[in-house]
């Protein structure tokens, strides 16, 4: 019972975080504009409650929603189940397929990983004080390469993932219109080696934007060097945020 209760609480968290503030909303749908024209295609890897979902779809885009833990799966079957444009894949992402083993926040599902050198990481970070990874699951796991080839190319591929953005990375051979993934400050490393994946698979610009403010920290977009200075000036207390890369051409 106390278990059931904790991954219910959990889901409502997560619910109350995604879907609570009209005025996020609005400005996630403004901001994503930038990215995603009616008839495109979205990735959103760890979509989670699916609030990206729900802006990709409001723009008109066709959206892949790949979300490994089963409780957030039934929920986004729920509420985008019986949209023909929304595809749910229940799955995690790496760089081959496989399977691997997800460790779960239950009461923080958000952050749940399949990294243990991630959760060590962070766990000096005091917004993570209070967080417990208290239980594992074996997932299913594919690339960015198959969804590509099942899915078609996205113009917009959202990742997501706490700490395996760079695996995610990994399993894409061939680079992609526009895409972002997370940085945490304390692990600020973890992104700055996306970074370099990125220019391994071709000519990006870059810019960041803080936790779900949906506007930009920096005034241009910037090459790879001057995002990876930005990324290793941030101090370990200063708050996440995403990178967005776009492809030059």
Request: net charge positive; with cysteine; charged share 25%.
């Amino acid at each position: 019972m106390t278990a059931r209760l904790s991954r219910v609480q959990g889901l409502a968290r997560s619910l109350v975080w995604s879907y609570g503030t009209l005025w996020r909303r609005r400005r996630m749908v403004a901001f994503y504009a930038q990215f995603l024209r009616p008839g495109d295609l979205a990735f959103d890897v760890g979509s989670h409650a699916g609030n990206r979902v729900r802006a990709f779809r409001r723009l008109g885009a066709r959206v892949v929603a790949v979300e490994p833990q089963p409780d957030l799966v039934a929920v986004l079957r729920r509420l985008y189940g019986r949209d023909p444009l929304v595809v749910v894949e229940p799955r995690a992402v790496g760089a081959r397929p496989g399977t691997a083993t997800l460790r779960v926040a239950t009461r923080t599902p958000t952050v749940s990983t399949l990294v243990p050198s991630w959760i060590e990481e962070v766990r000096t970070d005091r917004r993570f004080a209070s967080v417990r990874w208290d239980r594992t699951l074996t997932v299913p796991l594919t690339t960015l390469d198959d969804l590509v080839d099942r899915h078609g190319e996205p113009r917009f591929c959202k990742i997501d993932v706490e700490g395996s953005e760079l695996d995610v990375l990994r399993g894409l051979s061939r680079p992609v219109p526009a895409l972002s993934f997370e940085y945490l400050p304390p692990v600020a490393e973890r992104a700055v080696a996306c970074v370099g994946r990125l220019v391994e698979l071709g000519d990006y610009r870059f810019r960041s934007s803080p936790l779900e403010t949906l506007r930009w920290a920096d005034d241009t977009w910037l090459d790879a060097d001057g995002i990876v200075a930005v990324l290793r000036a941030l101090p370990p207390s200063a708050p996440p945020g995403d990178v967005y890369a776009v492809r030059s051409g």
